[in-house]
């Protein structure tokens, strides 16, 4: 199984409901890297504040990387400053990695003031998206949201793999795959959780069998960055 959905009970509210604003961060499993406490701490209280009851913290980029690949989260968090060029390579490692369990993961940076050519790295190497701190919950709220409910669908081209940049990737350019959400998928299947989990599951094998298709058309297995 790729994600845990858990038994917790809950009470029953309709996909329409859970879609339009109702609390779903109760089902999230959230992946937090940081080397800096103290934005550790901040981040965590943040996360719990909203709802968060599932967030692993990781200090170093190894520990993130293992963790994206054993205990996929539904949202991973990621401070620049472990690493500026080592996480963005590994970003670009996770998007075409086939040992991967999903390399659709959301994953957003967190950057305290990351110049222009920082921040046009991290988006050309797969993430969905850059955060600047400081940020309140309530941001970290709506971008959350932006992302899990208007997720990007995934794009692959000569040099590219990841969320859809209309300034770099349009969908006539390579292969477009609709969004993979887990999260997306818990909340719409809060009702019967089990069936979500074998909707996400089967649903992720057939894009990762897309993926590896398109890969190997376009040369991409051993793409280079």
């Given at each position: 199984?790729?994600?845990?959905?858990?038994s917790?009970?809950?009470?029953?509210s309709?996909?329409?409901?859970?879609?339009?604003?109702?609390?779903?961060y109760?089902?999230?499993?959230?992946?937090?890297?940081?080397p800096?406490?103290?934005?550790?701490?901040?981040?965590?209280s943040a996360?719990?504040s909203?709802?968060?009851?599932?967030?692993?913290?990781?200090?170093?980029?190894?520990?993130?990387?293992?963790a994206?690949?054993n205990?996929?989260?539904?949202?991973?968090?990621?401070?620049?400053?472990?690493g500026?060029?080592?996480?963005?390579?590994?970003?670009r490692?996770?998007r075409?990695?086939?040992?991967?369990?999903?390399?659709?993961?959301?994953?957003?940076?967190t950057?305290?003031?990351p110049n222009?050519?920082?921040?046009?790295?991290?988006?050309?190497?797969?993430?969905?998206?850059?955060?600047?701190?400081?940020?309140s919950?309530?941001?970290?709220?709506?971008?959350?949201?932006?992302?899990?409910?208007?997720?990007?669908?995934?794009?692959?081209?000569?040099?590219?793999?990841?969320?859809?940049?209309?300034?770099?990737?349009?969908?006539?350019?390579g292969l477009?795959?609709?969004p993979?959400n887990?999260?997306r998928?818990?909340?719409?299947?809060?009702?019967?959780p089990?069936?979500?989990?074998?909707?996400?599951?089967?649903?992720?094998?057939?894009?990762?069998?897309?993926?590896?298709?398109?890969?190997?058309?376009?040369?991409?297995?051993?793409?280079?960055?």
């Open positions: 199984m790729l994600y845990q959905s858990g917790q009970s809950s009470e029953v309709g996909q329409n409901q859970a879609i339009s604003g109702e609390p779903f109760d089902l999230a499993q959230v992946l937090v890297c940081d800096v406490a103290s934005n550790r701490t901040a981040t965590r996360l719990y909203l709802g968060c009851r599932y967030i692993e913290i990781t200090g170093s980029l190894r520990d993130f990387l293992e994206l690949e205990r996929p989260p539904d949202l991973a968090l990621c401070e620049a400053q472990v500026e060029s080592e996480l963005c390579h590994a970003i490692e996770l075409r990695s086939e040992r991967s369990y999903n390399p659709f993961a959301i994953i957003i940076v950057a305290w003031m222009a050519t920082l921040a046009e790295e991290i988006l050309h190497s797969g993430a969905d998206g850059l955060l600047l701190r400081p940020f919950a309530a941001i970290l709220d709506r971008r959350i949201r932006t992302h899990v409910m208007q997720q990007k669908p995934f794009v692959v081209t000569d040099e590219y793999i990841g969320p859809e940049r209309r300034a770099m990737a349009r969908p006539s350019s477009t795959l609709g993979l887990s999260l998928i818990k909340i719409e299947g809060r009702a019967n089990d069936e979500a989990t074998r909707r996400f599951n089967a649903e992720l094998r057939v894009a990762c069998a897309k993926l590896a298709h398109a890969k190997q058309q376009r040369g991409l297995s051993r793409l280079r960055d």
